[in-house]
Every structure is written in C-alpha cells, then in structure tokens.
C-alpha cells in the first residue's frame, strides 16, 4: 500500500517508502542511532499567569512553560515579570513541576545585551531549561550560562538533520514542527539523540511555525517578536484560473485551521519515543489550562502505567469537554478538534473554512422565535444535544460573523412542536437583532462544564491529580512531629500535656490528615504516645508549620557549577569595509521565461560593476524544467544557483539529493535541517536564506560556521534593522544578502488550498494534482495573493504588492553591503526585463531617486494581468506596534444567512394537505388507508394529493386505488404537468399504474409535457416495471426535440430509464451524450453515477462523455454514496474506457466507506476492477475484509463475481475463499450454470486448496451440464485440470455434453477444452477427433496461445492428429510474432513429442526465440533445448542463446527442467562454454529432488558431453539411481552403462562402484530383457535417422563382456574427404561400405568428438574421426568389440542418407 501510495506522488522517485529510515545515519554522525528506550513523557502545559499556572500544577502537568514580559511569542498574554520568576520556579519546583521560560523569539542585534541579563535571571531564578528560537540567542546561553536549551518549534524543525543541526549546537531538547505525522515524529526521534517535543492540542497555525510573515506583511509587526496578528482567520476569495470561484461548500475562512487535538494519538506517541506532550494555550483561561491538562495526564497515565490506550468517553474531561471549553473552525459536522498531521495531511477536515473562532458545540437548529405572555423570548430548537439545561450561554448563528444569543432560563422537557423542536427560555432579551434569526444554534457556555473547570483550575484545589508521597512521625512524648520526602525533613513542636486533657490517638491522626491543600499525599504516618499526649489543635498547627518549612526547602534550587561567564554577551567584529563601489546582483526567478528574460538583462549589464549580475537563483517549486533553465544560465556564463525547498519532510531526502546531483554552482539552503545534511556533500558554495531568520551578528556568526558563504537576514528586520545588522556581522565570514525586491512569502504551509477546494481528496494520494492544471489566487481587500505548491505538497502564498528595500538602499550600500537579490513569482517576462532595467538605474545612482522605481514597479501586473501595487512592506522604519489582531476593513465578504426551511418537499406536502384540513401525520396516515372522505377535485387537486403523500412517504395504498380509479377514467381531463406529477407519484409510492400507458397513447399529453414531465414520465413507467416499447419511442422522439431544456437530473434520469428498461435508442443517447457533456459540472453525484450506468448498460459508446464524467466525478467523490460508487466503477468497466484516475480516486474513496455497501456493490465493486485491470490491492484487501463477515448477505451471483474478481486480479485471500467454500457447500443448489463454472473457475485460478467444495461443485454440476454453455463447460473443464482434482467421472461427462455442441465453441473455447483435457490426464479420443477436425478448419480464429495449447494438448496425450500439426504448423509460421515465451516452447514441445517433422516451424521458432529470451522462464528454456533436441533440429545458435540465459538463472530450474537441459545440449552435441558446468554446480545439492530417469537423463548428458572434471558428481549421481537397480528400466540401465564406460576410461585407477549394475546389466541382456531388443531399437533407430532404409543387427551368444578387453580383430573408422566413406576392417577380413553423398545437418563439437574417439580407441578402433551424429546408442553397439559384431546386412541406402 505504501508503494501504491509513494507512486502517486508528483515525482515518485523523489520521495522515500513510508518505512523506510528506523535508526537511519544522519549526516554528520559517526554511527546509526541507537534504538531508544521509551519512557513516559512529561505532560507540560502553558501557563499565561499565576491562575493558569496553579491550574496546571493542580491538575497534573509534569511540566509548564510561560514567558517573562519580554522576548516570547505570546507578548499578549500577562506572561511574568522578572519579579515574579523567583516565586513561579519555586511554586513549580515546590510541587515537583518542571519551569520552563519561552524566550521563543528572535532577537535584534540591539537587544542582545537586554537578552543576556533575561538568560541570567533565568538561571539565577533555577528554571530547568530555557525555549529559544533565535540560534544567535541559543549560542548565547550555552556561552553565558548552564541552562539547558530547547529548540522552539519557531526554529522549524521537520527532520532528525534539523534536531540534530540544533542538539549540536547545545539543544537538548527540540520541538518538531506541527505538520510532522506520527510516523514523520517517530523517525525524528529514531534519526537524533535529542529530545523531541511534540504538540498535542491547542491551536494550529496554517503556517510552518517561524515561516509565516503575514503579520508582518500586513500589520506591521512580527509573529517571530511574539505578535501574530492572526491574519490567517481573515476571510478570502478564491479566484481560481484569473476568476472568483465560490468554494463548494461556501467556506470563506480558507486559512483558519480547526484546532488540535492528539488526545487518540497519545499511545502512539508515547511508543515513537516522543519525551515531552505540550499544550499550546498560553493566552486562554484558566479553565482551559485545567481542562486539558487533565485529559493529558490521564490519557498519559493510562497508557503508560495500564498499558492501554484511554478513549475519549472514558476520560474524566471528555473530547466535548475540551470542544466546549475552546476550539476553533467548528461547524454543524466537526467540533473544531482535529488530529491535525498527527495522521498525515487531511486538507478536507483541517481548514474546514465556515468560521474563525470558538463557538461551543453545535446544539441544533433554531426554526422559530416569538415572545410569551410574559415577554420572555422563546426559540424553538431541533435539538442535537440532549443535555441543553438552564443556566448554558447559546448563540444563534445569523451569519458568519453575526450572532444572537444569552443565557437560557428554562428548557422544556418535551418536544413542543410539530417538527420535533424543543422550546426554550433566555433568561433576558438576547443581545443583538432578533429579526430573522433563525439558524445553527451553538452552545457557547455548559454550566455543567464550568462548574467542573472551575473547580478543577481552583486555586485550592483539592483534588489534585499528582501529589508527592511523604510520611509523617508523631512523638507526643517528646511533643516533635516529622514530615519527610526523602530528601528533606521538616521538624515541627508542639505542648506536651497531661492525658487528662489530651486527645486519643484516633483524634492526634484526624489532626494530621491527609494534608489537604498541599503537594502531598501522607504515606505513613507513626504516633508514639507511650511518653505522653497532646491536644489536636496544637499538633495540626505543628503539622501546618513542617509543611511550610518542607516547601521552603524544596524551593531552594540545586547547586550548579559557576558557568563561564563573559565580560560581554557577544564580540562584535567591526567589518573594513573596501572602497569599491562595486555590487553583485543575483536574480531569483521561478519558470523558464523569467530566466530567459534574467539572461538576457545580465547580458546587457555584464560590464556594469555598479549593478553586475553575476548568477541566476532558479527556485522551480516542482522542479520541472529545472535542468533546461540550468543549461541557459550555464551558457551564459553566469553562477547557477538551485533553491532548495523551505521545509524537507523525512521521506524528502531524495528531493535534495536530486538538487546536488544536477551540480549547480551554489545551492541556496533554507532550512537547519538541510544545511546539516549538506555536511558531507562536495558543494562548492552555500547559500542561507531568509527563511533562518538570522537577525542578529550571533546567529550569523553560527551559520557562517555551519558552512554559509552568504546568508539572507529575515523578513523581520526592518531597513534600518538591515544596516545595523550589516555592520555588526563579520562579512568576511559571510555575506550578508540585502532581497531588495520580492513578494513576502506570507504563509508557508502544509495545508494544500487547491486539494481542499478543487478536488475531494485529502493528499497527493487522491487530489488528482489539480496544482498542475490550475492557478490560485486568494483575494483579500482587492488583491490577489498567488499560491504555489511545491514538490512537497505544500503552499506558499506569496504578498500581491511586491515589497522593494528602494528607499534603504542608500543606507545599506554605505552600510558595506554588497550583495542584493531580485526575487520573481508570476510577473511575465516584459515585467522581468523591466524591473530589472528600474533597479539597474536606481543602483546607479545609489538610491538616489527611488520615486521613479515606484512608479513603474505599481504598474507591473500579476499574472492575472491586474497591477497589484508595492509598498516598502516589512522594510518600513517605525517602532514596534503594540500586541493586536488586525483590523478588519470595511467591506469583508461574509457568508450568506443560513436561514433554516422545512425541507421544501416536506413543507409543501404539509401545505397541500392542510388544504383538506388534513396537517398532521396521523391523519394523513387515516387518509392514505382509505378511511377519511376527500372531496378531492380532477386535475390539480388529485394529482397534487397523490405528489404530497409520495412526497411525505406516508402509507397510503387505499388512497391510491381510489385515485388510480378515479384518474384512469377521466384522463382526458388532466393536464400535462398533473398527468406527470400523478404517474410520477405512483411511482415514488411503489403504486402500480399501468393504466398510464393508454393514457399516453390515446392522449396528446406527451407532445405537451416539458422537459421535467418527459424525464418523471420515463423514470416513473420503468420503476413501476410497465414494459412499453412503443411508449418509449414515443418518449425518445419528443425528448429529441427538447434536451436543451431538461436539467441534469432529468437528463441523467431519462438515460437511466432508457437502460433499465433495455430500450435500444442510439440516437436519443447520442443527443443525450452532447447535451450532457459541457454541463457535468451541474450534475450531482448520482446523476453523474447513473449516466454512466445508463450508457454502459445500454451498450452505447461515448468515450468523450466518459472522459468528462471522470473529470468531473473525481474531485467529487466525496458525496457519493455506496452505490453510486459501485455503479460508476462498473459502468466505466463494461464500456471498455480506461479511467485510472478515477478509479484510483474511487479505490480511496471506498475503501474508508465499505461498511456502508451491501453485498451487491462490494460484488461489484470488486467486479469492476478486476474487469478494468486497476491494480487496488488496498481496496481488495478491505472488501476481503468486510465481506467475510457479511457472506450471509450474499447471494450466489455475488459470490462468483467476488471470488471471480479476486482470481482475476490475483490477489490472494485465503480467508475469504475458504470461508466462501464453508459456506456455500450447502448452497449450491442456488448456483447457476454460469455461477458454478466461474466459481470453479475462481478457486483454480486462487491456487485455492479446496478439493472438498470442488468435489461439491462436481457432483452439483454433472446432472446440470445441459444447462451450460460453451464458455462455462470450458471453464469448468479448465478449473477441475489447473486444480488438479481428479473428476474423471465430470470429465467424460463433460465430454459427451461437448461433443454435440463443439459448433458453439469459439477458438480459445476449443483449445482450453483440450488443454483441460490433456492436463487431468483424462484421453477423450472421440471428442479429439471431433475438435481435430473442428479446429483445422477454423485454425486463422485461433491466437498464438490456442495454437499452442492445442498442439501441446494433442501430444501430451499422444492423440495421431498428423493432419492437426501440420495445419498448426502452416497457421503458426506465419504468426510466431503474436507467440510469448511460454506459447514458442510449448508449440516446439508439442511437435517434437508428437514427432511430426516441421523443420520449417522449428527453424522460424528458433529466429524468435532467439531474440525474446529474457522473457523465457525456467520451462520454457528447458521445453524449448529439449524440444529441439529431440526432434533433431541444428541450432547451435539457439542452444548458446539459451546458455547464456540459463546459466545464471539455473536456481530456478526444477530437478526435470535442469535434467532435461543437459540431455538436450548432450543429444544435439552442443556444449556452450560452461553450461555444464553451472548445471553440476546446481544439481549437486540436489540431486535428493531427481527421480530416476532424471538422474539417468543427467549421468548420460555428463558422460556424453566434454564434461570430466568431477568424478565424485557422476559417483553421486549413479549411487542415487543403484540405490534401487531393480527398478531402472532398460533405458536408464543403457544409459547408465555408458556412463560406467565413461568413468572408467577417465579415471582407470579409481575404483567406481560398477559391480551391481554390471550384474543388472548382464541380467537385463541374458534373460529377462534379450539385449538384442534393446540394442536393436537403439542402433537401429539411429542408423534410420541418417537415412538406411534397412539395418539388422546381431549379437554374439557369448553375451557381453564388460571388462575392456582389447578385441582380437581392430577395427577403424575413418572418414575421407567430401565423400564421407566409412570402413570396418580387421587383420583377417575387410569389409567396405560406400556412403557417399551424405551431407551432415550438424557438425559435433571437438570435446564429444575427442571423448568418443578415446572410448573407441580403448575398444580396439585404429583410427576414429567424428563429423556428426548421435554416438549413444551407435557406441553402444561399438562397444562390445569382438563379444558383439553389429553387421549390417541387405542395408540399402535411402535417397540422400548415409552414415
């Protein structure tokens, strides 16, 4: 799934498998991480104040965190001062709660003093660690102090290489960013040895954390100095492509992000090895800091010390609690909690767009207001809640941004009206307008809930979630009471009196307590009064001071060693500045027409040193067309630079390493993260950007050390703040780049707007990438904000006014800064060239006159072609603005009134009905039974009854008789509209109404109806299941005339009707098709569902309609419901139209759904992709799934399509194939024909072990094969064979049902029946013969693998079907391109077990072969030698071919394809260097799995071949095959012998173990076997191939003798000349035979021709040449020398032939 997933990406191969890096080595560490050991992480909560501080220690926190009044990034909330910080830590410290201080902002150079002394008071205070954004800052405190650090999330730290980049500059500890998934964290933690942090709940920033420069941009301060305007709960327009777009579900909010909530993923946390849960929320109440803390701390608990996972509704603070108390961007179907990346991207639920801020939970719908007797305003409310109570604070919601609302004074406790509503009271007039207000209805206070919180955020709070455990020691003797943790002990007296006046024991310990309101629990507590008493009063004021003086002494912080201090928090090294005026300009540009305008300017200014361009920054988001932009800026001669992206995820390493493989001159780096990466890289030059946020001379100094050669200040400087900074930094380190010109970057972020307004999906896995066909814009007060996504999925939404430092520049040339950027987004090219052109003469002048610049750069358009303006933007010189939202201009775009209606169908049935006096449901179900009178009047009145009552779903099936009688007898009397809305009632109903047929025919209605009637008429008579052909064309001809006119779902409607009712109307399709086409957009889900539907079943091609119903259903699938899913992927399917997106789209849109599909559309569903060969193993495993529990749900069709699906698609499922055989044993009878011959057909191709079911399914199908048809005998003949259960007694059934039929067999249908046949090992000669001759004549319908199934068929069941072969042969010559792999070897295997003589065939095989080896398996290699072999074919050619592929593939040959390999390259005299060789090395480990004629086959292949090397591999062999001799046929006992010949010639003086089969030898040819027979079929056989028409052999009666004697009489063979004479001579008598002529087919190898001579020269022969020829079986009569003479006697020579 993983995989599938990773290959939707935009660029697969730059993106790692999800499971990939556990441990992983991170560059710059010497060894792989270790495996960490989890722990419990610490619960820290935020602490905006001392109430919210209390509340977090009180209710569990491990942890907190705030800030001091400076230098934090939450500069609104009260935060604490200097004063304060002694009592804040020691109020931790005494509760054993670690206090962490937020200096999580970046610092100017200016305040690094200010800073220093923060950082001390800090340390001084005994905070455990300090939270810091700036590196500048973090080198500071690990310089001036020993406080631990934590890297902010500000740092944006997505990778292990950003934590490691910051824990190797002194972090301990590091916040990951929000956008990281569960998996993204634990990779993190696995790839650092630092910390890592993770936030679990509060709110989300649209942005990457330290990225977001709206603030900046537009309100003039910075989010990174702690004052976040929140510009990203504005509302925008949407302008998509150049024009406005309302967005499908009316969100305007399109950056405001629910909040989040991990509470479910804190046990997968806690197993990533995440060391710390934080709470965002240090500007919220009290009751929030409480409320979350605990559920932490709970859930926390429970996993860690329970070991199971806590869900929501078993915590004490529930998920509703945490919704009521704050969330943000709810709306009526989501609370405003959300996981947010915890489980990856959701852009569809994140960013849900309706609203910006809290506003409780959605209690239900307020229908009415009104005022009671008492002047006490009432609503009338549809409840969702069920808990609405006096004393809760709602608001009803007017629009997006106006609401009504108080607090409640009662709620009634029934349902009040007649729509369900339930009525309430305020307890005061609502504030805010009440005209109208009807709609949503929220909750915004529960007084439950805050009686709760507030207890649990009290200040003496006693039910303290943690509490330290101490004992406690009592001597009323001596009058001491002892209080102790462990490390410190508290001693406090008391008055010892006399027993008289004292207290008992019971008493002295009820003093004690449990200690109440304090950080303690009492463990034990020991009482000595032996000594004495005391009175309780005395010893409880005794126990109040020990626990006053154990707090002091844990508030005193533990000594640490005196840090290294410094006279001064930084060195500043004073920057000589040269005298040179001269400048470098690089210009960043983002397509290939901005670079080719960047060029050409840099052309024209080169010999400018007052504005030289030197290089070209090339910053392509998706990195296309990045390598041609490269070669441009490299012709010219100019430095190349290649951006890398904002934030690398953990799977994006392959990202950056694809920019350092294109070797540019300079990579420009903006992240931590990457710049450790780049460690070991061989990288000429590095570049930082302003990304780093570097604002002061320390932070630069840290990147400079890091590698840096130059380095971009942040955003958040202003122009004079860049001056300053210039003179502080040491540029001779690195340079400092002024970006004189750009569109601030305002949001950079995880969250995709086009995924979540252009599509339906939720990521890159099922968005359909709608980011690479359209453009964004989003628009606010006027302008446009372009967005770009990059390689990553992730947005950046870049300012419409560019921002210009023009009016600094003057001050920062003489500042000493040298180099400057010009940055582009979309501006075109005539727009770059001139820009470029301004600033060229601005530098000129050195910002002498900006004014001119100012101008023309308001002017340039965007790409839309709309100017957008310029401003100095985040340059412009002024003290910092306070802390504030910003403000909202007049004229925001708001969303409509939601006014809530009575569904209009509803509403209108109750108005019709209220006519007869007849408005509630009880009497209209009286009326719909026939049981009131309705004075009901024709036309109108009657067909509106019958439209009301459809509509409201009311029984009514006695007033529809009384209708369908009174309306079939005044027909003519209805109008069209009536008619229609009457027929379409009865429908709706289920009433039947066949009477409607005449009607049409015998009125004029239809040419009457419009559009809406013609499309209800249709859609009524087929749902009422009326079969009217000739209506129907009726209906067709007067639709023709008016599709313009019918909406979508009349459109959709009128071909649905059409094709359930299986009317053949091409020509209204056709016009249907055209209409539909441009307008899909307007169609819903289901009209979209059943056109497709309508068209497939009707069998009409529409390939452009498809199309655009896949475009337009793929981003929408998302309102789909089950069935229409189902119906559309069955629908593409059974047209044959290829549509891999949306079914991809489809798949992931099911598969998170399947619990709502019945079993007809998993049957489906699974039908349709297996029919359309997409690959969705997911979605398969889920329907798997899903279907095991629901298989009594299925029906018998919907079992063989879904085991039929599942073969097809070759996806393994045991389970659901073994339960689907359980349960269908006993339910066959239910099977069809069809049924049983796919199910069969499935659990064959499933390689599913099920001979039971298959034995069920034969003795079911035997007595029903009448009912099959040709394509289901096949089939079934084809699963019994493949399955290989024996069913012979089906078979012959099968074979006697066929043979009358064979006509209705198609070309695959006659070759599978006989492959079938063939592979049970069941011989049907009749039914042979019969499709022998069949299929001859019909040869040209068959494809190459019918050909050669049938081929092999015939032969592997030795049927004489010369006649057969030879009509293959002729068809298959001419068409062995169409042949695969397994079609050529089977086809030569056939013919050469058959042994039907077809050179002609085996020679073009041999061509093809040749060239498609690779594709060959073991089999087919094997089949293919041994095929040619056998029928003596030369093809030395082939044979090497076949060498070269095999050798290094042996290990996947079975014991009989390596066998059958060597004796087919010994018998064709073929010994390819090494083939033998790597044959041995992979038999001889396993020669266990060879039978005997295999072993016999191998030991004669090595015998005969130039193969000795091995004595020991033939031993191996010949001992496996004598272990029983009994049992070797005369074959193998021939072959053997050879074998033994062989061994003893090449190793004389080794002793083989021969004597047994010696014997067995002898036997064979002296009694039980003569060895006449045997010789004689050898040598006769051979002498007949080469041609002698008539041989006779004879044999001595002295029998055989095997010693190796040399015979009395030598003999030789020689070979002279072309004329090929062969002589047998001896000293007493010569014999001479002339056999000329003979041309030889092949030539034998030197090494068997070498071998064969040595053996015959052992065996007395003179003189011995070998040209060609089989030398087994004629050796074998040779052989025996003198003891067995072979005369050849009456030989004549056959025409050609010879020996």
């Not at 950046?796 to 003489?814: C, I, M, Y």
């Not at 998993?1162 to 979605?1179: D, K």
């Not at 071998?1651 to 030398?1671: M, Q, S």
Request: charged share 25%.
């Amino acid at each position: 799934m993983r995989v599938e997933a990773k290959s939707r990406r935009k660029a697969p191969e730059l993106f790692e498998d999800d499971d990939h890096l556990r441990g992983d080595k991170v560059p710059g560490r010497s060894c792989l991480m270790p495996k960490k050991k989890k722990k419990k992480p610490e619960v820290m909560a935020p602490a905006g104040g001392w109430p919210q501080l209390r509340a977090a220690v009180n209710n569990g926190a491990d942890a907190v965190y705030f800030g001091l009044s400076r230098f934090s990034a939450r500069a609104r909330a009260v935060n604490f001062g200097y004063e304060e910080l002694s009592s804040a830590v020691g109020f931790c410290r005494e509760n054993e709660v670690r206090a962490y201080v937020a200096l999580n902002t970046i610092v100017f150079e200016e305040e690094m003093a200010e800073v220093a002394e923060a950082v001390r008071a800090c340390e001084a205070a005994g905070v455990d660690a300090v939270i810091v954004q700036d590196l500048g800052l973090q080198r500071l405190v690990t310089s001036i102090s020993s406080l631990p650090v934590h890297a902010s999330t500000q740092q944006s730290i997505t990778s292990a290489e950003g934590a490691e980049f910051a824990r190797m500059r002194g972090a301990n500890r590091v916040v990951v960013g929000r956008e990281l998934s569960v998996e993204h964290i634990g990779r993190v933690v696995a790839g650092t040895s630092a910390e890592v942090e993770v936030f679990v709940h509060g709110a989300l920033c649209v942005s990457v954390s330290g990225q977001c420069f709206s603030s900046e941009a537009w309100g003039g301060r910075s989010a990174n100095r702690g004052q976040c305007a929140q510009a990203c709960r504005l509302p925008y327009g949407l302008v998509v492509d150049g024009r406005p777009r309302d967005t499908l579900d009316g969100a305007t909010y399109l950056l405001s992000p629910q909040d989040l909530c991990g509470l479910e993923h804190v046990p997968a946390l806690v197993d990533a090895g995440v060391a710390c849960l934080k709470i965002e929320g240090r500007l919220k109440d009290e009751r929030y800091v409480a409320a979350t803390t605990r559920a932490y701390r709970r859930a926390v608990d429970a996993y860690c010390d329970e070991k199971k996972a806590l869900f929501a509704e078993e915590e004490e603070v529930s998920r509703r609690d945490l919704a009521q108390v704050f969330s943000r961007a709810q709306d009526e179907a989501h609370d405003g909690l959300d996981a947010g990346f915890l489980d990856g991207a959701r852009h569809q639920a994140l960013v849900r767009g309706l609203a910006p801020r809290h506003r409780g939970i959605f209690a239900g719908r307020v229908v009415a207001w009104g005022v009671d007797d008492k002047k006490s305003v009432w609503i009338d409310v549809v409840l969702r809640v069920e808990d609405l109570k006096k004393g809760d604070g709602v608001a009803v919601e007017k629009s997006s941004e106006e609401e009504v609302g108080g607090r409640l004074a009662k709620v009634s406790s029934s349902q009040t009206t007649k729509g369900g509503a339930t009525r309430c009271w305020f307890q005061a007039p609502p504030h805010g307008p009440r005209a109208g207000a009807t709609g949503p209805l929220w909750r915004t206070s529960d007084a439950a809930v805050d009686a709760k919180l507030r207890a649990m955020a009290a200040p003496a709070a006693r039910d303290r979630v943690r509490r330290s455990a101490v004992n406690c020691s009592v001597d009323l003797g001596a009058g001491v009471l002892r209080l102790t943790d462990g490390d410190h002990v508290a001693t406090a007296t008391f008055p010892v009196v006399k027993a008289a006046s004292a207290n008992h024991s019971s008493a002295i310990r009820r003093a004690v307590g449990s200690l109440g309101d304090t950080p303690w629990r009492l463990d034990a507590l020991e009482i000595d009064a032996q000594r004495g008493s005391a009175r309780s009063a005395d010893v409880k004021a005794a126990r109040r001071r020990a626990v006053r003086d154990l707090a002091r002494m844990r508030a005193v912080p533990p000594e640490a060693a005196p840090p290294p201090r410094s006279t001064a928090a930084r060195t500043v090294v004073e920057t000589k500045l040269s005298n040179s005026n001269n400048v470098g300009v690089s210009v960043l540009v983002r397509s290939l027409e901005q670079c080719e305008a960047a060029v050409s300017a840099a052309a024209y200014y080169r010999e400018d040193p007052r504005f030289l361009i030197d290089e070209i920054v090339l910053d392509f988001l998706e990195l296309k067309g990045l390598e041609t932009a490269l070669a441009l800026v490299r012709r010219a001669r100019l430095t190349a630079v290649v951006a890398a992206p904002r934030v690398l995820m953990p799977d994006e390493r392959q990202v950056w390493r694809r920019l350092v493989a294109l070797e540019p001159d300079a990579l420009l780096v903006r992240s931590p993260g990457l710049l450790h990466a780049l460690v070991d890289e061989n990288i000429s030059s590095i570049r930082g950007d302003f990304s780093l946020n570097a604002a002061n001379a320390l932070a630069f100094s840290v990147f400079s050390r890091a590698g840096l050669d130059r380095l971009a200040p942040t955003y958040d400087l202003s122009g004079d703040a860049v001056a300053r900074l210039a003179r502080a930094v040491d540029q001779s380190e690195t340079y400092l780049e002024a970006i004189v010109h750009s569109h601030l970057p305002v949001f950079h972020s995880a969250h995709c707007v086009f995924a979540r307004h252009l599509s339906d999906g939720n990521d890159y896995r099922d968005c359909g990438h709608p980011c690479e066909r359209h453009a964004i814009h989003l628009r606010r007060d006027g302008q446009d904000h372009h967005v770009l996504a990059d390689m990553g999925c992730r947005n950046t939404v870049f300012n419409a006014a560019a921002q210009s430092g023009a009016k600094d520049l003057e001050k920062w040339l003489d500042a000493g800064i040298k180099r400057y950027r010009i940055e582009f987004v979309s501006e075109p090219k005539l727009a770059v060239a001139n820009i470029i052109d301004a600033y060229a003469r601005l530098f000129r002048t050195r910002g002498q006159a900006p004014e001119p610049l100012w101008s023309l750069l308001s002017q340039v358009p965007d790409a839309n072609g709309t100017p957008q303006g310029v401003h100095v933007g985040s340059f412009h010189n002024a003290p910092e603005r306070p802390p504030g939202h910003v403000s909202t201009p007049p004229g925001r775009p708001s969303s409509s009134s939601k006014k809530a209606t009575v569904p209009p169908s509803a509403a209108n049935a109750a108005a019709l009905l209220r006519r007869f006096g007849r408005d509630d449901v009880p009497r209209m179900k009286k009326a719909g039974q026939g049981r009131l009178a309705f004075n009901i009047k024709i036309d109108t009145e009657l067909a509106n009854t019958a439209w009301a009552f459809a509509t409201a779903g009311v029984e009514a099936s006695g007033l529809f008789d009384a209708i369908a009688r009174t309306a079939r007898s005044r027909v003519g009397e209805f109008k069209t509209q009536e008619f229609a809305n009457i027929v379409w009632a009865f429908a709706k109903a289920g009433a039947k109404a066949p009477w409607v047929v005449d009607a049409i025919a015998t009125t004029a209605l239809l040419g009457e109806f419009n559009a809406q009637d013609l499309a209800n008429t249709t859609w009524a008579i087929v749902t009422m299941g009326i079969r009217a052909p000739q209506t129907f064309d009726a209906i067709a001809r007067a639709a023709m005339t008016r599709l313009a006119d019918f909406n979508p779902q009349g459109l959709a409607n009128m071909a649905w009707a059409f094709a359930t009712a299986g009317v053949k109307a091409p020509r209204l399709f056709d016009a249907i098709a055209k209409t539909a086409e441009p307008r899909l957009g307007e169609f819903n889900a289901q009209g979209l569902s059943n056109t497709s539907w309508a068209f497939a079943t009707a069998g009409v091609k529409a390939p452009g309609l498809f199309r655009a119903i896949s475009d337009a259903a793929r981003y929408r699938l998302g309102s789909f419901n089950s069935q229409d899913l189902s119906n559309t992927a069955w629908a593409f399917t059974t047209a044959g139209v290829k549509a891999p997106g949306l079914f991809e789209a489809i798949a992931k849109t099911a598969r998170s759904r399947l619990r709502g599909f019945n079993a007809q559309d998993l049957a489906n569903t699974s039908w349709a992709f297996a029919a359309a060969g997409v690959n969705a193993r997911g979605l398969f495993d889920a329907i798997a799934n899903c279907a095991l529990s629901r298989l009594s749900e299925f029906n018998a069709q919907h079992i063989a399509n879904t085991t039929w699906a599942f073969a097809k698609s070759g996806i393994k499922a045991h389970g659901l194939f073994d339960a689907i055989a359980k349960s269908s044993l006993v339910r066959l009878d239910e099977f069809s024909a069809q049924n049983i011959a796919n199910t069969a057909w499935a659990f064959a191709t499933a390689e599913v072990e099920a001979r039971g079911f298959f034995n069920a399914i034969a003795n079911t199908a035997q007595p029903r094969l009448i009912d099959f048809n040709s394509q289901n005998l096949t089939n079934t003949a084809w699963a019994f064979a493949t399955a290989g259960v024996e069913a012979a007694g089906l078979f012959e059934a099968i074979a006697r049902t066929a043979l009358s039929r064979l006509g209705e067999f198609n070309s695959q249908g006659l070759a599978n029946m006989v492959w079938a046949f063939a592979k049970a090992g069941v011989k049907a000669p009749a039914l042979f013969d019969v499709i022998a001759n069949t299929a001859r004549l019909r040869l040209g319908e068959f494809n190459s693998q019918d050909l050669a199934e049938t081929a092999w068929a015939f032969a592997a069941l030795d049927v004489e079907a010369v006649g057969l072969f030879d009509a293959i042969a002729h068809t298959a010559q001419s068409r062995l391109g169409d042949f695969n792999s397994q079609d050529l070897a089977n086809t030569a295997w056939a013919f050469a077990t058959a042994g039907v003589e077809a050179p002609g065939l085996f020679e073009a095989i041999a061509s093809k072969a040749r060239s498609r080896l690779g594709k060959f398996n073991s089999q087919d290699l094997a089949n293919t030698v041994w095929a040619f072999a056998t029928a003596g074919i030369d093809a030395r050619e082939l044979f090497d071919a076949v060498a070269n592929a095999a050798r290094s593939r042996l290990g996947e040959f079975t014991s009989q394809n390596l066998a059958n390999t060597a004796w087919a390259f010994a018998t064709a005299s073929v010994a390819t260097a090494g083939i033998f060789d790597a044959i041995a090395d992979t038999a001889r480990p396993r020669l266990g799995e060879f039978n005997s004629q295999d072993l016999a086959n191998t030991a004669w292949a090595f015998a005969c071949s130039d193969w000795t090397k091995d004595p020991e591999f033939l031993s191996a062999i010949v001992s496996a095959l004598m272990a029983d001799p009994d049992a070797l046929n005369n074959r193998q006992m021939s072959q053997l012998h050879l074998v033994s010949l062989h061994f003893d010639l090449e190793w004389p003086d080794r002793r083989f173990p021969f004597s047994r089969l010696r014997r067995r030898l002898q036997t064979a040819y002296q009694g039980q076997d003569p060895a006449p027979s045997l010789l004689q079929r050898d040598v006769a056989a051979a002498l007949r191939r080469v041609g002698w028409a008539h041989v006779f052999e004879h044999v001595t009666s002295e029998g055989l003798s095997l010693d190796m004697a040399q015979p009395e009489t030598k003999q030789a063979v020689e070979v002279d000349g072309p004329t090929h004479f062969l002589k047998r001579t001896s000293r007493e008598s010569h014999q001479q035979r002339d056999l000329r002529g003979h041309s030889p087919r092949r030539v034998a190898p030197k090494g068997a021709a070498r071998f064969k001579a040595r053996l015959l020269r052992r065996l007395g022969w003179d003189v011995v040449h070998v040209p060609f020829f089989e030398w087994d079986t004629l050796v074998g009569a040779v052989e025996q020398g003198a003891y067995l003479e072979a005369k050849l006697q009456n030989a004549k020579r056959a025409p050609g032939g010879g020996l």
